[in-house]
């Protein structure tokens, strides 16, 4: 069975930092580009950052770029998002995901549609 589990979220205070895990299980994504999202309370999910097969190259939304850094460890099947200057408007849940496409393609995929293996999600909560 196929799984991504999250962890490493929690309650923060702005300008705070948390750093998220992503563990694969299942299978070996070494050949897929891996991204981060966020979900807030009535709003639709939104690109955060993806990274590219080989760790290569990276992609962040306009809203984190500059306070959050993603990176994998092919070896250990995790992805990492490592996020600084933490914000209130940063609170949802987060969500890991592995690309459609095992290829090792260097497009990095921005879309929900693009991806889908799909972890449960792990809320990040961060007060003002």
């Known amino acids: 069975q196929v799984q991504l589990v999250e962890s490493g979220g929690g309650l923060v205070q702005a300008g705070g930092s948390l750093r998220l895990s992503c563990a694969a299980s299942g299978r070996t994504f070494s050949n897929n580009a891996m991204g981060w999202f966020r979900q807030a309370p009535g709003k639709e999910r939104e690109f955060v950052a993806a990274?590219?097969?080989?760790?290569?190259?990276?992609y962040y939304g306009d809203s984190v770029k500059g306070r959050f850094t993603i990176s994998r460890d092919n070896a250990k099947n995790t992805v990492y998002l490592q996020m600084n200057s933490l914000k209130a408007e940063d609170t949802a849940v987060y969500y890991c995901a592995a690309d459609k496409d095992n290829s090792g393609r260097l497009k990095i995929p921005r879309w929900v549609y693009e991806y889908d293996y799909w972890g449960q999600g792990t809320q990040v909560t961060v007060s003002s």
């Open positions: 990274i590219s097969w080989n760790g290569g190259s990276t």
